[in-house]
């Protein structure tokens, strides 16, 4: 058995340990992807997240570090850490565009503070992810399956064990909890 393959399975058994491993290792390689795709593109845009994940998971499967039948739960992993990179890309890049380390000198200046909106729904995504998360943790993992992974509700099942019509009914609240939750 592979690495990746015997780390899932002891995340699935409830192993801490192997779920940190896991992580670690997913968040590197997709952080790797992330950077090669900005640096050939110069941008990176939420629809590549899903491109992403699955382009690392056919890099393992071909390097015979992942079996077939792990594909849902490596999914399911590879949407938390995307959602992981994807914060940290755009909280990046705010602080970039706010001087970073660098010594701060005030300016009435309006365009220094200019931010794309899609980055700032991405925080706000993520901290409503935050709140849902105390309330019902299973709703946060079909929502990043579905949006940060592109996984299909039977792909989300399979992941998770469950009917898909159970996948389809917390596919719902968690859109509503996010769609009342979220400012325009």
Same mark, same amino acid.
């Given at each position: 058995?592979s690495? !990746? ?6 995340? @699935?058994? *409830? &192993? +801490?340990?192997? $779920? ?16 090669a ?19 690392s ?9 992942i ?22 890309? !755009? ?6 565009? @706010?001087? *970073? &380390? +660098?010594?701060? $000198? ?11 909106p ?24 079909v ?22 019509r ?19």
């Amino acid at each position: 058995m592979s690495q !990746v393959t015997l780390l899932l399975d002891a995340s @699935r058994r *409830g &192993d +801490a340990a192997a $779920v940190e491993q896991l992580f670690d290792l997913l968040y590197n390689d997709l952080r790797q992807l992330a950077h090669a795709r900005l640096r050939r593109s110069g941008q990176f845009t939420l629809l590549d997240t899903t491109a992403l994940v699955h382009e690392s998971y056919l890099r393992l499967f071909k390097a015979g570090a992942i079996e077939a039948n792990d594909r849902g739960h490596f999914m399911g992993y590879a949407a938390q850490v995307m959602r992981s990179i994807v914060v940290d890309f !755009v909280r990046r890049r705010s602080a970039d565009r @706010r001087g *970073g &380390d +660098a010594i701060h $000198v005030d300016l009435d200046t309006a365009a220094a503070h200019v931010e794309d909106p899609r980055e700032r729904e991405v925080l706000q995504i993520h901290e409503a992810l935050q709140e849902l998360e105390k309330i019902d943790p299973r709703l946060v993992k079909v929502v990043e399956m579905r949006y940060f992974a592109g996984m299909t509700e039977q792909e989300v099942a399979d992941a998770l064990e469950r009917s898909v019509r159970s996948v389809a009914r917390d596919w719902e609240k968690a859109r509503l909890f996010l769609a009342t939750n979220l400012t325009p």
